[in-house]
Structures are given as structure tokens and as C-alpha cells.
């Protein structure tokens, strides 16, 4: 753990609980924002961010997705890593960036999700993605080293869609929201004094109490521990969640899409000759966990995901662990998507919560959208109301049937 350090101020127009990708996120688009001339504090406890999950992603973005507000997020979030260095002003320092565009394959082994594939793909064309639908034949044809036997319908897009490289995305951010004047802390926020349906202070765990005009929480899987400092009831939860990088004995001589198994196994390249597959427990074990516990289950990957891999690609019946870990989605037990903008009744705290998994690649346009926020109190790209805590209240779930 990083040494704590003290703020340089007792108050602050905007203090952002968790600097990883999405407080770094908030912080950058807030600090280049014209109509920003205010002070911000991002409040981080720990400035190494090993066990953020930022650091454990697998960096990955998608099209694909069954909610026209979903495919536009990611849209943004394209368009922001290709031009990276257009977004930061012309910065020559920062790298040009790209996609690399292999797809995710989704596999549907029944007529029933066939034909959510199906739904999903008229959703995703009128926003401007480019899916395709392919028989099993014409996977096979593309791409000889499936097996298809079971397969009813394949889906892919191979446009904007792929790896992208989240970590220097991540690094940008937190650098030039500092250059801005944007402050950093190592340190961690332990109460808040609501009055007034305000949040008025924050005390941190060295004592100090900051005074606050508005609060967000950026707080990744301890999103409902900070929220029940305000008294507020969040429904997100850590959910522990594997990666395993492998190789093989036999590699496929063209890449691997991100390929969705239809048992929930994903597996995808990750290298010239590694490859990446993740999965969640087992179903009676997906369940909220600490938050510092990252420890791995070594029998998952011996009795159920190298055997469902080996079985989709029978060249990958040879092939070894390089290295595993263990992250944790912020998962929002509700309907597994996000939750942004500020509470009803305690009105200058903002929500940036829940997004089970689908984070990394929905910062950007959640960065953004939360700044507009904090300095118009609307949204003026792109409309995301529907993510308000408001459904939570009155139980109107956000509907996405592309969960992974």
C-alpha cells in the first residue's frame, strides 16, 4: 500500500473517490472542459493501482452489444483511442493508438439465442456497426479451426472491435488531468457528513475533513462501501472473475477472435503465439467476495475451461498456463450495468458504478458524460439518463441481453 498523503486544500468543487480508469477518466474530460474553472481532487488509496480493476482487464472493446446506447458508448470510446493524441491537443508525446480488430465471435449452440444474435445484429447495423451473421459453414470456411458441430449461428464485427491498449489510455489521462491541475492523493475516504441532502465533507483515514461541492464515486468493486457512507444503498458487489494467458503446442496461423463459447468460457489472442481465455466460478460460487481477495481457483481451469477450449479448437488440445490472475468485476446486482449520474435526494452525489465487466471500454464516453454532469448538471453528448439511479428505485432495468 502506497504511504497517504494530505490534500493541499481543506475544500474542493469536485472531489472523485477512486483515480483509477474511471475517476482518471472523469478527472481529464473535467479538466479540459472550457466551462470547468473550478478545483478537483481525486482521492486514490492505492497510487500503485496493482489491485484496481483496471490493472486486472483483459483491455478489450466491442460493437456487439443488444442496447443502441451501448454500441454508441463504445463507438466513442473507438473513435478516442484512435485519436488519442487529436483528443489531448496535438501532444506529440502521446502514442498514436489503435484497435486491433479480430472481432468477438459469439456462438449460439440454439435457436433461441440464434435468434437474440439476430435482434442484436439490426440493433447494432442502424448504429453503424458493421456485424455479420455467418452460418457454421461459413465460420468454418473463415476460420478452419473451430469446431462447429454444435453451432447454429455465428456473430461478428470486425470493425472497431478487438484489444485495445487500456493501461497507456489510463496513463494519459492521470497525467494530463494533472497537468491540468487536477490533485492526486494517496489516501482513503472514510466518512461522509450528510446534511441538507448534501454530502458537505469528507474524512479521510488520516483525519483530515474536505469539504466538498460535489462527490463522485469512481470507487470500481467497493462502489457500495462508498455509497454507504452517504447512507445510500448501491446493489454492486465484487465478483471474482479469471484470466488465464496460454500457449500452444500447435498456434493457429491467423488470429483469434474473441470467441465466445456458448458455456460462457471466452478465449482470445493475445499475442503473436499466446492466447487469453477468462471465465467467471462456478455458478454456485459467483458470489460477493472481499475485495482484496484475488486468490485463484486452479481446478477451474483444469476441470472446465481447458476442456471447453480444447473442444471449440482441437489444435488447442496441447497447450500451457504462461501466467493467470484473478480480478474482480464491480457487478451490479440489479441488471449488470451501469449506474451513473447523482442520487435523487442527495443531490451532489454522482454515481459511476456497476459496469460488471464492461468498464474499460465504456471510460471514455463515462468520463465524459460524468463531467458534463458536474459542470452543466445534464448530459450533452450522449443522453444516459437510462443508466440513472432512479430504475434502481423503480425497478426498471436497463435492459442488455450482450452480457458477458
Not at 253 to 263: G, Y
Request: hydrophobic share 35%; charged share 20%; net charge negative.
Amino acid at each position: 500500500m502506497s504511504a497517504f498523503q494530505t490534500p493541499q486544500k481543506a475544500n474542493y468543487d469536485v472531489v472523485i473517490i477512486g483515480g483509477a480508469m474511471m475517476g482518471s477518466s472523469t478527472a481529464w474530460f473535467l479538466s479540459t472542459n472550457p466551462d470547468f474553472d473550478g478545483s478537483c481532487l481525486v482521492i486514490e488509496m492505492d497510487s500503485s493501482y496493482v489491485n484496481s480493476s483496471t490493472a486486472h482487464t483483459n483491455s478489450c472493446m466491442r460493437q456487439q452489444f443488444s442496447n443502441e446506447l451501448n454500441v454508441r458508448i463504445s463507438q466513442f470510446a473507438a473513435d478516442f483511442v484512435k485519436n488519442i493524441r487529436e483528443y489531448m491537443g496535438g501532444d506529440t508525446r502521446v502514442p498514436e493508438l489503435d484497435i486491433q480488430n479480430y472481432g468477438y465471435m459469439y456462438l449460439a449452440d440454439n435457436d433461441g439465442f440464434a435468434n437474440v444474435l439476430r435482434e442484436n445484429q439490426q440493433v447494432q447495423l442502424a448504429a453503424g456497426a458493421e456485424t455479420q451473421l455467418l452460418s457454421a459453414q461459413e465460420i468454418k470456411a473463415r476460420y478452419p479451426f473451430y469446431n462447429v458441430d454444435d453451432v447454429v449461428l455465428g456473430s461478428i464485427n470486425l470493425k472497431d472491435e478487438g484489444y485495445w491498449d487500456g493501461g497507456t489510455v489510463f496513463d494519459w489521462w492521470r497525467r494530463s488531468a494533472k497537468d491540468n491541475g487536477v490533485e492526486y492523493v494517496t489516501n482513503r475516504a472514510v466518512a461522509m457528513n450528510v446534511e441538507g441532502g448534501k454530502v458537505r465533507s469528507i474524512t479521510l483515514e488520516t483525519g483530515e475533513v474536505i469539504e466538498c461541492g460535489q462527490v463522485v464515486n469512481a470507487s470500481g468493486p467497493r462502489g457500495a462501501l462508498t455509497a454507504k457512507m452517504a447512507g445510500i444503498e448501491l446493489p454492486v458487489e465484487p465478483r471474482k472473475r479469471f484470466t488465464w494467458i496460454f500457449s500452444a503446442e500447435q498456434p493457429l496461423d491467423q488470429d483469434l477472435p474473441l470467441t465466445i463459447d456458448p458455456s460462457g468460457v471466452h478465449f482470445r489472442q493475445d499475442g503473436p503465439k499466446t492466447y487469453l481465455a477468462g471465465g467467471p466460478p462456478e455458478p454456485e460460487d459467483d458470489v460477493p467476495v472481499d475485495p482484496n481477495d484475488f486468490t485463484m481457483d486452479h481446478g477451474r481451469w483444469e476441470n472446465h475451461v481447458w476442456p471447453i477450449i480444447a473442444t471449440r479448437i482441437p489444435q488447442f488440445e496441447a497447450i500451457k498456463i504462461v501466467t493467470e490472475w484473478a480480478g474482480h468485476y464491480a457487478y451490479n446486482t440489479f441488471d449488470k450495468n451501469a449506474v451513473l449520474g447523482a442520487h435523487p435526494e442527495i443531490t451532489n452525489f454522482v454515481f459511476l458504478n456497476g459496469f460488471s465487466g464492461h468498464g474499460l471500454q465504456q471510460s471514455p464516453a463515462m468520463g465524459r458524460a460524468t463531467a458534463e454532469w458536474l459542470v452543466y448538471g445534464e448530459y450533452r453528448s450522449l443522453d444516459m439518463a437510462p443508466f440513472g439511479f432512479e430504475r434502481i428505485t423503480s425497478g426498471h432495468t436497463f435492459e442488455e441481453k450482450a452480457i458477458i
